[in-house]
């Protein structure tokens, strides 16, 4: 695996104002050789002069800039040389070729897969991954195309975390894609950090940005959703109710306010349970004779 190196090369303001002196002294030399003539033991001073001005033009291709949050990949002949991470005017050999890797933040929003949840229903589900390259020589090098690289991967961590999931839970223990979303949107983004690894590329956050039923089971799922849903609350509503019932019968018996045998307490558990676990409000009866009639 290659790892990155850094090179950020020479500071590139210095070197150019020596390269312009050394081109300025160079075309005075020509020149003041030209005007006053060239001997014949001289044509060698003009050769070496042109030749120093070639060398100066080739030394001249080795300045570079590196903008912020950018990186430059260096190679000498294919073998990998370094990274200038620095931002600003830079040199370096000018016989390096040079790649540009941005280094900024970026987002990638998957398309809508459609995939089963671990019950097997089909599901619709995107997801947003926001990510920056931190290893250039890996970016470059361990992979063909990064950015493709960063896309296929993270739909392919996406569907299988959809799997390990159920779309919907009414219980409160078990984690549902629809009503744990920030610990299915952590275990997503290990997932792709663990895939993109390789890649030099850090994932900073993943988030869902669609999940609903598939077209055709969306009703039929609504209809499930909402009778779970009912149960759910039928279920709380009757454990309310029996403690309550348990409550009144203990202080009623505490107090003394009123003596019932098992007869009488069967019928006003039968008749608190059904006020309060009925759908419409209790229409009271005054009876106007004896607690026996």
Request: one cysteine or more.
């Amino acid at each position: 695996m290659v790892r990155e190196r850094l090179r950020p090369g020479v500071p590139g303001l210095p070197t150019l104002l020596v390269l312009l002196l050394i081109v300025a002294g160079t075309v005075w030399l020509l020149v003041t050789a030209v005007r006053f003539g060239l001997r014949e033991d001289e044509p060698l001073l003009a050769l070496g002069v042109v030749f120093l001005l070639l060398v100066e033009a080739v030394l001249l291709r080795g300045f570079f800039i590196v903008a912020p949050n950018e990186a430059q990949v260096l190679q000498f002949f294919g073998a990998y040389s370094g990274s200038a991470k620095v931002a600003g005017l830079r040199w370096a050999n000018p016989f390096y070729t040079r790649k540009k890797i941005s280094l900024r933040v970026r987002n990638f929003e998957s398309s809508q897969l459609k995939v089963n949840d671990r019950d097997g229903n089909p599901v619709e589900i995107a997801a947003v991954v926001v990510w920056r390259v931190v290893e250039t020589a890996e970016a470059t090098f361990e992979v063909d195309d990064y950015q493709n690289y960063v896309r296929v991967q993270s739909e392919a961590a996406l569907r299988n975390a959809a799997t390990n999931y159920p779309y919907d839970s009414h219980e409160d223990h078990v984690v549902s894609l629809r009503g744990s979303t920030s610990a299915v949107a952590e275990h997503l983004k290990k997932e792709v950090q663990q895939r993109l690894e390789e890649a030099g590329v850090e994932v900073l956050e993943a988030r869902f940005s669609h999940m609903a039923y598939a077209q055709e089971i969306a009703a039929a799922m609504l209809q499930r959703q909402q009778a779970g849903a009912i149960i759910a609350a039928r279920k709380l509503i009757v454990e309310g109710a029996v403690g309550m019932v348990e409550m009144a019968l203990e202080q009623l018996s505490r107090k003394g306010i009123v003596q019932l045998d098992e007869e009488r307490k069967a019928a006003m558990v039968s008749n608190l349970l059904v006020v309060l676990c009925g759908d419409r409000a209790a229409q009271p009866i005054v009876n106007t004779g004896t607690i026996h009639h």
